[in-house]
């Protein structure tokens, strides 16, 4: 996903919707969602006009997301305009000449990811953290186990082909990275095990594969809410 990277207190102040457009020397073609991420960088020396906010700042995270509707050449008319919009936000400086991302559809992340920001319009490649106990982190880490399961909620229906999973072992924090190859919907754990030799979800040939094994986890209840999700991986 497109990311822009945009020092504080400027990206808050779009986050919070107090500021709906950004300002750049250079013009893009880009329309569509993007991803809103703070620098490092703090323009301290503006913090106190918009005191009145009570703004959080978060230098170094993804802390929402925006769509990118327009690209505007800015002239002395629409700069104007600007300062009558919110004269507390734009009256700062004169962007004539500039051109003006025209944001809109803004959302503010609960939690905001840590995130190093870049120059320009980049691709963010979003990285997923799955826990595992120690057996199942050790056949995926041995190749054995391909396929991953989980309930399919609304935090696994935002996964894509491509994205990459860290898992971490809970008992030894060891971390290996995954990238993911196919994502298998199905609605619950007893179909997805009939579709897949119980090796790739993470039994030895000796043991029985069964699919309330996943019960421990998930219950019937949410399996029926929900579905279930098989996710292939690829270790990278």
């Known amino acids: 996903m497109k990311v822009l990277t945009i ?13 709906g457009y950004e300002f750049r020397g250079w013009k893009t073609n880009y329309r569509g969602k993007i991803l809103i991420s703070t620098s490092k960088v703090i323009e301290k020396e503006v913090l106190d006009r918009f005191a009145c906010y009570n ?3 978060n230098p170094g995270y993804i802390i929402g997301e925006a769509n990118l509707e327009d690209c505007i050449l800015v002239d002395e008319k629409f700069n104007k305009k600007l300062k009558k919009i919110n004269s507390r936000v734009y009256a700062g400086s004169n962007h004539t000449e500039k051109y003006a991302w025209k944001l809109n559809d803004i959302k503010k992340y609960e939690n905001p990811i840590p995130c190093k920001g870049k120059l320009g319009l980049w691709n963010y490649e979003e990285e997923v953290m799955l826990h595992l106990d120690d057996k199942p982190f050790n056949s995926i880490k041995n190749g054995t186990k391909t396929i991953e399961m989980r309930l399919n909620d609304e935090k696994r ?14 008992k030894t924090k060891e971390i290996i990275r995954a990238k993911i190859i196919k994502l298998y919907i199905f609605k619950n754990f007893e179909e997805l095990y009939n579709n897949f030799d119980k090796e790739k979800l993470g039994y030895s040939s000796n043991e029985e594969a069964n ?3 996943m019960e421990i986890y998930y219950s019937k209840e949410n399996q029926e809410k929900y579905g279930v999700v098989g996710i292939e991986i690829s270790l990278i």
């Open 7 to 19: 020092k504080e207190p400027w990206a808050s102040l779009i986050i919070n919707g107090y500021k």
């Open 157 to 170: 229906r935002k996964l894509k082909v491509n994205d990459i999973i860290e898992f971490e072992n809970r």
């Open 55 to 57: 703004i959080c700042y």
């Open 211 to 213: 699919s309330k094994d």
